[in-house]
């Protein structure tokens, strides 16, 4: 994955993955849906939050990133990488928003069911998530009119990677018709 600050020449497509609490920017999932979004020609960059436990600095340090030029923005969040996605999207106004298990409905956030950028938004969500509450998720997507996939699976949704990559690549077709 590429650091902005090395890339100068405007690139057609960008798509910024930001990671959940637990985890980091190379994880299994961003690594695979990376190479997804490099198949469509498109630039990628995952954020590293892993020094910033709390949401607000996480989406202040997204909102501050220099980002190379671009023509077509694509934010990607899981857990909380979806919630600063959600909410980064309002100031950087993507084409779509892909999110994995999204933290919404969390009462520490600032935001309890946050406004996004309208745009295409897609979000994948495991039946027996422990971490966040898919009643919470089902009614922020149908207050934004987001495609929701309901798939049998916990929060980390490690055993669904074949129908993450799938529905990844759905929705990236969407966005490239556009």
């Known amino acids: 994955m590429n650091n902005p600050k090395n890339i100068q020449e405007q690139v057609e497509t960008l798509i910024i993955f930001s990671h959940g609490k637990e985890s980091g920017p190379s994880g299994q999932k ?54 600063v996605s ?45 971490i966040v509450n898919v009643t919470s998720v089902f009614e922020w997507a149908l207050q934004h009119n987001a495609n929701l996939h309901l798939i049998p699976a916990d929060h980390r949704l490690s055993a669904c990677h074949h129908q993450l990559n799938y529905y990844f690549t759905d929705f990236l077709q969407t966005i490239f018709k556009s």
């Open 30 to 83: 961003i690594k695979t849906l990376s190479e997804i979004g490099q198949n469509f020609g498109a630039q990628v960059l995952s954020i590293d939050y892993t020094d910033l436990p709390n949401v607000s600095n996480r989406i202040n340090r997204l909102l501050q990133t220099n980002l190379p030029s671009h023509k077509r923005l694509i934010l990607v969040g899981s857990s909380m990488g979806a919630y």
């Open 86 to 130: 959600i909410i980064a999207s309002r100031q950087l106004q993507p084409s779509g928003i892909f999110l994995m298990a999204p933290a919404v409905g969390i009462t520490d956030y600032p935001e309890l069911m946050p406004i996004p950028h309208k745009c295409l938004i897609e979000a994948v969500m495991g039946w027996q998530d422990e």
